[in-house]
């Protein structure tokens, strides 16, 4: 789910913007049918912040890495910058930490 529209671009309501994709999110999983919502994968908060955290715009890196380290701390991860890091699904920030982070 890798693009290059940037979604929280330079001088954004982040505020705003992280609300409504809550509430697409929220609407997306109420128009589910029922006998896919235990297998909806667009309902977890993981998949939002990876949609939030490959669509930030540059002046949010350094809140996103800080996230990531947190996150590689508690995993127990010691090279965050390594490629294996990159794609280790461990390391996806928790969304609410990030939506802090970005917002502060």
């Known amino acids: ?4 529209d940037k979604v929280f671009t ?5 505020q705003k ?9 929220n ?3 109420n128009i589910c049918p029922t006998q ?5 994968i667009l309902d977890t908060k993981q998949v939002l912040a990876e949609i ?5 715009y540059q002046e949010y890196y350094g809140d996103v890495k800080d996230c990531v ?14 490629a294996a890091a990159a794609y280790n699904p461990a390391l996806i ?10 917002l502060k």
């Open 52 to 56: 939030v955290q490959d669509r930030l």
């Open 93 to 102: 920030p928790d969304y609410d930490e990030l939506r802090t982070a970005v």
């Open 69 to 82: 380290a947190t996150k590689a701390t508690a995993s127990g991860i010691t090279d965050i910058n390594s």
């Open 36 to 40: 896919y919502e235990e297998s909806y």
């Open 27 to 29: 609407y997306l999983y």
């Open 10 to 14: 330079e001088g954004l309501d982040t």
């Open 1 to 4: 789910m890798h693009s290059t």
């Open 17 to 25: 913007k992280s609300r409504d994709l809550e509430e697409l999110q």
